[in-house]
């Protein structure tokens, strides 16, 4: 099976045709414009010195190589000749301040040049590895080959320093990435020797006695023995992606149960109900199994982002419909939160409760209102490229089948049995769970995923998908009973004993402060009352208003148990949307009766 890339899909109306216009219109402007003010662009001439502004940092490149890979997809779509243009002048810098043997870091040419691949935790593969993706995507748009012949210069030397000659400091990255973005490399050229590169640093992950080998780096043992979900979240979750891409490729079983494995582990014991992962803070990593705080959880919006790639991925390994279902958990919550509605601000982490006072006083306090540029400015362009590139999660083709994973308004051009078809998908999804698919090719089948949301469908399936014979000229029709549900966490998600969580289709709800008062973890919705599901302006998606309840107000410290209470209807939004009014107090998980 083979993931359909964002080329063939095109978006055509609805909810992801919000995102790719603001994205079109907002986003990718306003991070080109931070990253300008803020040296990140100029860092590309290699020229800083001691004592001037805007120290380079060791990951600028990947900051702004990331929304080079942005725009490219934004290209495959439609022409953006400003756009096009600053990409053609990063390149042009880059090109002119590579060294003559490939290396190229804005950081160790400028700040450090005497340390160059002695430093594991330095990100240099990591930089590499998102300009490889990058230069793929700006390639495959224009055409242009300047960027490619670039990377791949520098691939060359990282295959040299580190596989012929083993004369680098260390073995593996610190934090994954360029492993991943190999094996597309591979898939993109046919070299074998970016699949051999690719190859080995997957393999000696864990496996050498030259490096630190705390699970921290998820280097504690080698790959095929991992069994659970451990360290930095994103670096964790490009490794698995990798993993599963190699799988595929050299048809690894071993490797293929260590994916299937870890990625259990993930949405069984250590995901947010937003698609959120990595709680722990500190280190921005994996806790323990089941400790999933609220308040203080760090679900970094690229975290949710690598376990859409992971689950992306593993599509093409295994069918089932369980990792389709992750990907849609993480992109319609733990990611889309991450941006706010006007396209300009954005969230590194992303809390299911803010409760200001509580921030007031605690040593880790989340922010309460998105900002449009970070010191750590990772998430912006990541923003950037996943939105321009949102139809590379949706179609997976088979031998003579089609899997649909994912619901938007599109068109796909897809090859089956050897032929060009076409897949055109009407929706209003996620604002309704009616989808009409029109098929225009040679005789297959089109599968398409039921969500683990939707116990109302009615069909029969197989791993979670609905099979329908499709010839040319045929149109398929599915309801996705969208009822609004309440969602429970195991009993060992202490934080969330006695709550629940409100989802409607793929959308987690919230409330917030700004419209149901204060003390939001006073209130209790009442799960046999009224739910209204209404569209308003300004939201790409309902927003719900429910039956609710709370105790009156009172002078008093403690009392006997009283009934008393004061009903009232709650305001739910679309959790993606919160804090785009200021900020505001806000809860997910609330109790019911």
Known sequence: MKN????????KDGFWRFYADLNRRVTAHSVYDRFKETGRFDALRCDWREG????????????????????AYLLEEAPAPDLEQ?????????????????????????????????????????CLGHAIEAAIAYHRATGKERFLNCVLKYVDLVYRVFVAEGSAAFVTPGHEEIELALL???????????????????????????????????ADRPVREIREAVGHAVRAGYLYTAMAMLAATDGDEALKTACER?????????????????????????????????SDTYNETC???ALALFGNAMQELVLDSRYGDAVERALYNGFLAGVSLDGDKFFYTNPLEIDRKKYARSTYQPICERVKVFRCSCCPPNVVRVLSSIGRYMYTVGENAIYCHQFASSE?????????????????????????????????????????????YEGETENGYAAFSVSDGDRVEVTLPMAVHFVEANPYVQD???????????????????????????????????????????????????????????????ALKSHARVPFTARLIPYFAFANRGASDMLVWTMVK
């Open 52 to 71: 001037e502004p805007n120290r380079p940092h060791i990951f600028w490149d990947s900051d702004v190589v990331k929304w080079m890979e942005g725009i």
């Open 412 to 456: 796909v051009k897809l090859t089956v049995g050897g032929k060009e078809a076409l897949l055109a998908q009407e929706t209003n999804y996620p604002c309704d769970g009616s989808i009409a698919f029109t098929y225009h090719g040679a005789p297959t089948t089109l599968y398409v995923r039921i969500p683990d949301w939707c116990v109302e």
């Open 184 to 218: 597309r490399l591979y898939d993109y050229r046919k070299d074998p020797k970016h699949l051999e590169l690719a190859r080995f640093f997957i393999d000696q992950r864990g496996n050498n006695d030259k490096e630190d080998t705390r699970d921290c780096w998820q």
């Open 496 to 558: 969330n004993a006695g709550r629940c969580a409100v989802q409607r289709g793929p959308l987690v709800y919230c409330m917030e402060e700004v419209d149901n008062g204060e003390n939001l973890r006073d209130i209790t919705l009442l799960e046999n009352g009224e739910a209204q599901v209404k569209t308003e302006e300004g939201l790409p998606a309902p927003v719900l208003y429910m039956s609710a309840e709370r105790r009156p107000k009172t002078e008093t410290l403690y």
């Open 303 to 305: 975290a949710s982002i």
């Open 262 to 294: 870890v990625f259990s582990d993930i949405t069984t014991r250590k995901m947010s109900v937003t698609g959120g992962v990595g709680a722990e803070h500190d280190g921005e990593k994996f806790s323990y199994a089941y400790d999933l705080p609220n």
């Open 4 to 11: 359909v890339t964002s080329d063939r899909v095109r978006i």
């Open 86 to 126: 600053k990409v053609d002048a990063a390149v042009a810098e880059i090109e002119a301040h590579q060294r003559a043997d490939g290396y190229f870091n804005s950081y160790f040419l400028s700040v450090e040049p005497s340390k160059i691949f002695t430093d594991r935790d330095r990100h240099e593969l990591y």
